[in-house]
Structure formats: C-alpha cells, structure tokens
C-alpha cells in the first residue's frame, strides 16, 4: 500500500523549535510535489507549506519566516522545520503529496499522511 507517515510532533513552549518528517512507502515521491497542512480543533485544514520537485517553496503568511520546508529524495522523505513556535501553531499536522502542487495547495492531493500532534504551550 501507499503510505505517508508522519512523525516528529510532540508538546514543547512558546518559542521552541520541532522538526517534523513524513516519509513514504510503497511508491516513490521524487517526482511529486509535497506539502504540509495543519487542523486545529473546530476549524478547517489550513495550507502550511508546499515543495515541488524541482524544490521550489511557498508557504502560509502566518508561518513564512518560521518554517522551513525540505526534502531528501534518497529517503523518499519530507521534512517541516518549525522554530518560534507559538501557541497558535497548536495544530495536527498532516503531510500530502500529488503529481501536482496546486492540487497540493488547495488541499485535495492523491495522497495523505495520518497526521501527527503538535501542542506549544504559554
């Protein structure tokens, strides 16, 4: 099966940094654009972070400045720094990846990971 898995999240305060990785199995994501997305509870899934294959970026205002997307191909992997981390930022994190980045962005890509907790606390 094709699969993306999150891993890297965890409770850390105000102003700590995480860094979060989404590696996949079962089929190989160098030619995919890849991203990440965040929920937190009673909203909708919000666009983080976007990398096309060739390794261009964008991100969301609230976290551009702050989070650092990347990929290492060899792993088959996806990686979000995250520094400054706020209280807002308290969120599931989800990883996506689509032979497409604006399907990417508008948050209907062909594959999602499971999601993994980040809680930054005051």
């Known amino acids: 099966q094709v699969l993306l898995v999150e891993s890297g999240g965890g409770l850390v305060q105000a102003g700590d940094s995480l860094r979060l990785s989404c590696a996949g199995t079962?089929?190989?994501?160098?030619?995919?654009?890849m991203g990440w997305f965040r929920q937190a509870p009673g909203k909708g899934r919000e666009f983080v972070s976007v990398?096309?294959?060739?390794?261009?970026?964008d991100y969301a205002i609230s976290v551009e400045g702050r989070f650092t997307i990347s990929r290492d191909n060899a792993k088959n992997t996806v990686y979000l720094q995250m520094t400054s981390l706020k209280p807002e930022d308290t969120a599931v994190y989800y990883c996506?990846?689509?032979?497409?980045?604006?399907?990417?962005?508008?948050?209907?890509?062909?594959?999602w990971g499971q999601g993994t907790q980040v809680t930054v606390s005051s």
């Open positions: 996506a990846a689509d032979p497409t980045s604006w399907t990417v962005v508008r948050g209907t890509p062909a594959y």
């Open positions: 079962g089929r190989t994501f160098s030619s995919d654009a």
């Open positions: 990398i096309t294959k060739s390794g261009a970026t």
